[in-house]
């Protein structure tokens, strides 16, 4: 059964450094999305990608975050200058079709910021 | 905005019992609402799904029924294992792109 997966499983980091954190989608699915859960809180919505752009973002995602989908099969999310509280776990997600379509998850990727 | 509330766990049973967790939202227009479940050390997987109105969404012995009238949407299993022990999460979509979760519900299972 085809899945979403995410590189890597854990990141450690620096405060004040840069991150990619790395999803390839299900290959037939057409939108893109990332959440976030840090330790003990809700699965929070970041932002939704479409044909090569921003659909609709969270408040969360701010100028220090940017997606993209950088060749045919991978989705990335960056986050420049981490900071302490960006420490979570990041979920990468895909739908075949938008907003009536079900999204599926990836495993997920532990960011650590020290 | 659009939210969902679900019953704070933990949640411990023995094989064979009764599972419910309970689920309610606040959303504006027809939502559709989801359970997803997140197994020791892996991602959120989808469980269960309904889009309308008294639709009932089924997957693995789980059920829920889409309750307009009470905005509820209460995940039960008639006989646990120790297989389902596990976090669950309701959510809903409201008419964007985005999924609301609760909180989390974790069930822990005995033999």
């Known amino acids: 059964e085809p899945e979403v997966t995410q590189t890597p499983s854990h990141q450690v980091t620096q405060m004040g450094q840069e991150v990619i954190l790395r999803c390839v989608p299900i290959?037939?699915?057409?939108?893109f999305y990332w959440y976030r859960q840090i330790l003990g809180q809700k699965v929070e919505f970041l932002v939704s990608?479409?044909?090569?752009?921003?659909?609709?973002k969270s408040e969360i995602f701010d100028d220090q975050f940017s997606v993209e989908r950088p060749d045919g099969s991978n989705f990335t999310l960056k986050i420049r200058s981490t900071k302490l509280e960006d420490s979570a776990m990041y979920f990468c997600?895909?739908?075949?079709?938008?907003?009536?379509?079900?999204?599926?998850f990836g495993p997920g990727t532990r960011l650590t910021v020290l | 905005g659009d939210s969902v509330t679900q019953m704070e766990g933990p949640v411990t049973l023995s094989e064979e019992a009764f599972l419910t967790i309970n689920c309610t939202y606040t959303a504006t227009g027809y939502p559709s609402l989801f359970w997803y479940v997140q197994y020791p050390g892996e991602g959120l997987q989808l469980l269960l799904k309904a889009t309308k109105a008294d639709d009932k969404g089924s997957n693995k012995g789980f059920e829920a029924t889409y309750r307009k009238e009470t905005t509820s949407f209460h995940l039960e299993k008639g006989s646990v294992q120790v297989s389902d022990s596990a976090v669950y999460f309701c959510?809903?979509?409201?008419?964007?792109?985005?999924?609301?979760f609760g909180a989390g519900t974790t069930v822990t299972v005995r033999a």
């Open positions: 997600a895909s739908s075949e079709a938008g907003w009536a379509d079900t999204q599926y």
């Open positions: 290959s037939n699915h057409l939108y």
């Open positions: 959510a809903l979509r409201g008419g964007d792109y985005k999924l609301s």
């Open positions: 990608f479409y044909n090569n752009e921003i659909s609709e």
